[in-house]
């Protein structure tokens, strides 16, 4: 790989902004030919942001691309393809009922004449699909077999066949392992070298340093959309590219106010539901904010849904104040007092087109109806109380739900569960999606619950928010916890390493 | 349970007041009024055009005419708000319609000629809610296969065979309310199928807004996961729903068989597309989680009221189809546009 040669491409001075964020700013990029290039950065870094303006789906709002030394500007995900620019996404893009030869050659099917029409040239489309396979080592693959019956490693090797049968000159792979086995691992990096000796230029995200040590070059590390630094890989440590990819200044949004921690309250003791949720054990005390770090993927909500009983366990136990409690649907789990405020307010905490004060009353129905109807007077009563104690900016009670702002969603479905009393309260990302200022007020309100002695579980993927409102820190990989920190131990280099490296285990 | 933050009086009576005004363009614009208005209006022109529109006899026709639509539309409006639909109920009502007949002609006890339809009614549907529910068949493909299965059974069992000389009591949809004359007024006599439409409509609107599992059919159809997530069991909702549609549907099934001389055992044609159309008409969304039974009542009056119209100002009755399909896509297209505007 001679470093010498011209930067296939070349991005300067990247911006892009989506409303309110800031997903990229003043970003550079070289890729050269023949090297594998390491993309590397916390969730919400902005590298998918990055590779969606060099695939053509979003416009940078200011910055150059260059392919060869040519300015280019690309509208849609086809001009870009045009130009040689293949992304392989991690949910595969491919056709399940058509065959391997047709999704190789989708949109580009080689044609005969038959009389005076076009016609697809079967023969020659299995053929050519045959000789593309063969020549990254692929013998063992029907070309005429159906993409759905095909393994997960089979369909990204079809993927990658089909990059290069439009001419791939650079490929991005998007973390290219993380639904592979360890024996389509190895495949998929063969096929990486050899594309490498081809003069492919590949862009490769992963959250597994292991990985970039063993297949990359070269890595590039983003920090909440800003460019930290290039190196070569082999002038790097793992330590060195952890502690390049957190240091996120930590605002002082986090009004945390330590409570008083009482006795256990949800302890849960070998807990399985394949495949991401493997013996898992835990225990949360009154008062207690526990912070579940961990790649997307890691298990973390996985394992929420797991306590609550939207999808029970397979085995393993769940005690509440000592008692072994059963949890089979969400009905158990809040008869027994677990709440769970789900990570995507949109699809699982809110009916958007029912008024607040529905949506407030839904989780005590039961509880507020008296013989066979519901008492109006205690509903409105309850949703007036939520409102308030959550500081529900909302005309009025009566308001539909879908019209209201993000953070005052948020604060609907937290007082939701509030309404049902709950001992253990836990919330998959709090605040994502929603502003600085709601942020602060979600944050202020889990202190003031923990106060009262609610015991908390909390899932984020901002590393600031784990640290700051977290008194332990647990992070998982895999479906298991990996590491636990202590609120005054943890740090966003201890953490991160965790999350993403083998040996990052220390407690566990 | 926190401090509670001090009320800000001037505030909250604005927004109280901002809510009430809020609630009355959201009343007078609702499907429900509008369809009323629209009644009023057909009434009144159609009226003046020719009163003979307006005569006693032709007005409780009107209304009599698609009572029992009107209480199937009951079944059907929480079938599609939990978002679902039933597309046999056309053909049930033609089976229960038919066994109802059957029993009547067959010395069975008069009570049990209209009982046992509605019983097997919900029984049926127990049979789609379980097949729904717990069986994960989408439901268009459960009732698409039901009503296959109900027609050509039908056909089978009876020959085709007319059922006639059903005792003369038997009649139910043909009785009336005594006439009442009250100081000033007289009430016409109300004929029965009229007051089980308006009773059972309104019990189901009150039940539907106002009981638990009424809020709970709506959560599901507006969206299940949320709903699942707060504790309702959807299958259980599911099965009440269909079981609800299918009592319903035996319902209409006997007011439908109750008005006719002769029952020919078959399934009367387009049934099922006319109650789904007084469901949509009335507001019923076809996503889920919107509506009442009382807009889909009041669109199956209008319906009637229309193909009644339509041969008074001497229009032929062949424009009836197509007047309820320009009336199926106004009433859609308000709906999406309703919805674009409350959320994004």
């Known amino acids: 790989m001679p470093p010498e040669q011209p930067p296939i491409l070349e991005m300067g001075h990247i911006s892009k902004r989506f409303a309110a964020t800031q997903a990229l700013s003043d970003v550079s990029f070289v890729l050269h030919p023949g090297e594998v290039h390491a993309l590397l950065g916390e969730n919400g870094a902005g590298k998918s942001t990055l590779i969606k303006i060099i695939s053509g789906v979003h416009k940078a709002d200011s910055g150059s691309i260059a392919i060869d030394g040519q300015p280019v500007s690309f509208n849609n995900p086809r001009e870009a393809q045009a130009r040689g620019i293949a992304t392989i996404y991690q949910e595969l893009s491919l056709y399940p009922d058509l065959t391997v030869a047709e999704n190789i050659f989708m949109g580009h099917a080689p044609r005969r004449k038959f009389g005076p029409v076009s016609v697809l040239d079967w023969d020659a489309m299995f053929s050519r699909a045959q000789e593309l396979l063969e020549s990254l080592n692929i013998t063992d693959m029907d070309v005429r077999r159906k993409v759905g019956t095909l393994t997960v490693g089979n369909r990204q090797r079809v993927e990658i066949a089909k990059a290069l049968s439009l001419n791939a000159r650079v490929l991005i792979m998007d973390e290219p392992t993380a639904a592979l086995t360890e024996a389509d691992v190895q495949r998929l990096f063969e096929i990486v070298r050899l594309l490498k000796t081809r003069g492919v230029a590949i862009v490769y995200i992963s959250h597994r340093l292991a990985e970039v040590y063993e297949v990359c070059d070269r890595v590039t590390v983003l920090r909440d959309g800003h460019y930290i630094d290039s190196k070569p890989v082999s002038a790097t440590t793992e330590a060195d590219l952890v502690s390049m990819m957190v240091g996120r200044t930590i605002d002082n949004l986090f009004p945390k106010i330590t409570a008083k921690i009482g006795q256990p309250v949800l302890e849960v003791r070998n807990l399985t539901r394949k495949p991401l949720t493997r013996d898992v054990s835990l225990t949360v005390r009154a008062g207690e904010i526990v912070g579940l770090a961990g790649l997307v993927g890691s298990g973390r909500s996985e394992l929420a849904q797991v306590i609550f009983g939207f999808t029970p366990a397979e085995s393993g136990e769940i005690r509440i104040d000592g008692k072994v409690v059963k949890v089979r649907t969400p009905g158990d789990a809040m008869r027994h007092g677990i709440a769970y405020v789900p990570e995507d307010r949109g699809t699982q905490g809110l009916v958007r087109q029912m008024r607040v004060r529905e949506n407030v009353s839904l989780t005590v129905l039961r509880s507020l109806a008296s013989g066979l109807f519901i008492n109006s007077q205690s509903e409105r009563q309850l949703a007036e109380e939520k409102v308030k104690e959550m500081g529900v900016k909302t005309p009025s009670i009566e308001q539909i739900v879908g019209k209201l702002s993000g953070g005052n969603q948020q604060k609907v479905v937290v007082g939701k569960w509030l309404a049902t009393h709950p001992r253990v309260l836990i919330m998959d990302e709090p605040t994502r999606g929603i502003d600085v200022g709601a942020k602060a007020e979600i944050h202020r309100l889990m202190s003031e619950l923990a106060g009262q002695g609610l015991a908390i579980i909390m899932i984020s993927s901002e590393l600031p928010e784990v640290l700051g409102m977290s008194d332990r820190v647990l992070v998982m990989r895999g479906g298991q916890f990996v590491a636990e920190y202590s609120r005054e131990e943890a740090t966003q280099e201890k953490v991160v390493t965790a999350m993403m490296t083998e040996h990052g285990s220390t407690a566990a | ?344």
């Open chain 2, 1 to 344: 349970m926190t401090t509670a933050a001090p009320t800000v009086g001037g505030r909250t009576r604005l927004s109280q007041s901002q809510s009430l005004v809020s609630r009355l363009v959201g009343f007078a614009t609702s499907q429900e009024v509008v369809l009323l208005l629209v009644v009023v209006l057909l009434f009144t022109v159609v009226g003046n055009a020719n009163p003979r529109f307006l005569a006693e006899r032709n007005v409780l026709n009107i209304f009599n005419g698609n009572a029992y639509i009107a209480v199937a539309a009951v079944g059907m409006t929480m079938v599609i708000i939990s978002r679902n639909i039933d597309i046999s109920v056309g053909s049930l009502i033609g089976v229960l319609g038919t066994i109802s007949g059957a029993m009547a002609v067959n010395g069975y006890p008069i009570w049990s000629s209209w009982l046992v339809p509605i019983l097997l009614g919900g029984l049926v549907g127990a049979v789609i809610g379980f097949m729904v529910a717990y069986l994960r068949i989408p439901s268009i493909v459960v009732t698409l296969g039901l009503l296959s299965i109900l027609k050509g059974g039908l056909i089978t069992v009876t020959n085709g065979e007319w059922i006639t000389d059903m005792p003369a009591d038997y009649f139910l949809a043909q009785m009336r309310t005594p006439e009442l004359s009250l100081p000033g007024i007289t009430i016409p006599a109300i004929p029965s199928p009229i007051i089980i439409m308006v009773i059972l409509t309104l019990l189901a609107a009150l039940w539907m807004r106002y009981s638990a599992t009424g809020r709970a059919i709506y959560a599901v159809g507006g969206n299940a996961e949320a709903a699942r997530l707060s504790g309702i069991s959807e299958k259980r909702i599911i099965m009440t729903v269909f079981i609800i549609n299918g009592l319903c549907v035996g319902i209409a099934a006997v007011l439908w068989a109750t008005q006719l001389s002769i029952i020919q055992s078959t399934v009367p044609a387009g049934l099922e597309l006319q109650v789904i159309t007084s469901a949509v008409v009335g507001g019923v969304s076809i996503l889920g989680g919107i509506g009442t039974t009382v807009g889909a009542m009041l669109a199956a009056i209008l319906l009637s009221a229309i193909n009644s119209a339509l041969v008074f100002i001497n229009v032929s009755p062949y424009w009836f189809r197509s007047v309820v399909g320009v009336l199926i896509l106004i009433t859609v297209l308000t709906d999406m546009l309703r919805r674009r505007r409350t959320q994004i």
